[in-house]
């Protein structure tokens, strides 16, 4: 046990995690699942968001098995290395709103910081822009964090509710499988409470076991190997640490191969798969998010990964995402391949506005 | 001992920025960190191996007390 722990936690433990994020995502997308999106954090939790009739654009609504693997392989790996500790009330009410601004902005990008990679794997010029922004906005979260930014401490919880989050996962599966149909329209015909998509990136998907094994096994991974993406960057910014780096270029590295070998790379800007090219809003939204995340501490697939170790505050983050992703579709704020949406910047200019107020005034003498 | 960073129920980064600050506010010397995660423990060997502190831990349940010393 003591030689894998050193392993995953060595250079050559979090390359190879990314390595193997950076292999399964084409692979899942060559599987069904939509383009440069075999692996999306925000989209899926979006579409799970839309299955649940959250919101009811009819295009992205699925439940995603993903990221119920993440969640319950990083609860096997705690549980497995005795690292499973239910803990929480670090400021729960600022993190859930950070992770529904971050949904916002990710939804005005379209995609979240893995999945930013995965455009730029797979040639998806537009994704520069949004890399672009997110480092700016981590930066600027680096600033708060110098400057003595904090969300305070974290308490010791009971065991059973660091459970919560993995059983909601538990149960998502079930919905998954079951799909139960009894509500009604006014006129009588069978619909919801679950919806899954008909048409468009909602109904594209791989097999069910298939998605759900390599989300597992990613969720594994990631917990052992602590992989983030918005900890890569802010670790060269903060401290000159590569470490985490090495995760994310072998994401990028290894899903550019692999969308090789399969015909998925298709360079330019124009006519790529869920992306638009308003320069300006994909920067700016991938800022919001960077800076979202940095305050709350990690990207969303690490957040998904602490609510598997029992991090409540982690779990409270991801809640915040998914019901971002309602709002997000509900009042127009998101992008679509035709631009950005009616109060999609309005409302990363609101996202932004409230990011620094919380990076101004979460602040205390810690040490 | 008289030099403590207490880190306990503190979320990355934070246990890092407080124990980089405290190296270079004493520049060498010894000090101790209190941490409560694993995460925080790899994250602080880390910076200790990057910076030349030389590193002593000793794990009491949940929490683990790291003893950062440089001459």
């Known amino acids: ?367 | 001992m008289a030099d403590t960073v207490d880190a306990r129920g503190l979320s990355c980064p934070q246990p890092v920025i407080l124990t980089n600050r405290k190296m270079k506010e004493i520049g060498k010397g010894i000090f101790q960190v209190l941490v409560d995660t694993e995460t925080s423990k790899e994250n602080i060997s880390r910076l200790a191996q990057q910076l030349g502190w030389a590193m002593e831990v000793k794990q009491e349940k949940e929490e683990c007390q790291i003893i950062l010393k440089k001459d």
Not at chain 1, 73 to 100: H, Y
Not at chain 1, 139 to 146: D, E, N, P, R, S
Not at chain 1, 215 to 243: E, P, W
């Open chain 1, 1 to 367: 046990m003591s030689k894998a722990t050193q392993f995953f936690g060595s250079r050559w433990g979090m390359i190879s995690a990314g390595v193997f994020v950076g292999v399964f995502a084409p692979l899942l997308q060559h599987w069904g699942n939509p383009g440069n999106m075999g692996i999306c954090v925000a989209c899926m939790e979006r579409d799970i968001a839309g299955a649940l009739g959250l919101h009811r654009a009819a295009l992205v609504q699925y439940i995603r098995p993903e990221v119920i693997g993440f969640v319950l392989g990083a609860l096997i790996a705690a549980l497995l290395f005795r690292e499973f500790r239910p803990r929480g009330g670090s400021s729960p009410v600022v993190r859930f709103f950070l992770g529904f601004f971050a949904m916002i902005g990710a939804l005005v990008f379209l995609g979240c910081p893995w999945r930013a990679l995965l455009r730029l794997a797979g040639g998806d010029g537009n994704a520069i822009l949004g890399l672009a922004g997110l480092s700016v906005g981590i930066w600027i979260g680096v600033l708060f964090l110098k400057s003595g930014y904090t969300l305070g401490r974290s308490q010791k919880e009971m065991k059973f509710a660091g459970w919560i989050f993995p059983m909601v996962m538990v149960g998502l599966l079930g919905l998954l499988l079951l799909a139960p149909q009894f509500g009604r329209t006014p006129e009588g015909v069978l619909t919801g409470p679950i919806f899954f998509s008909q048409k468009g990136p909602g109904s594209q998907h791989a097999p069910i076991l298939i998605s759900l094994i390599i989300g597992l096994c990613v969720g594994f991974l990631a917990q052992r190997t602590r992989l983030c993406t918005m900890g890569a960057i802010r670790d060269v910014i903060l401290i000159r640490s590569t470490h985490l780096l090495s995760g994310i270029l072998g994401i990028l590295i290894a899903a550019l191969v692999v969308n090789l070998l399969l015909g998925q790379f298709k360079a330019g800007f124009s006519e790529q798969p869920i992306a638009q090219t308003n320069q300006l809003w994909n920067f700016m939204g991938m800022a919001l998010s960077g800076l979202a995340f940095a305050l709350a501490g990690g990207c969303p697939g690490r957040q998904l990964f602490l609510s598997g170790e029992g991090d409540g505050d982690a779990a409270i983050f991801a809640t915040g995402m998914i019901v971002g992703a309602g709002f997000a579709h509900n009042f127009s704020m998101v992008s679509s391949p035709a631009g950005v949406g009616a109060y999609g910047p309005m409302s990363v200019m609101i996202g932004l506005i409230f990011c620094l107020i919380i990076g101004f005034t979460m602040r205390e003498k810690i040490a």
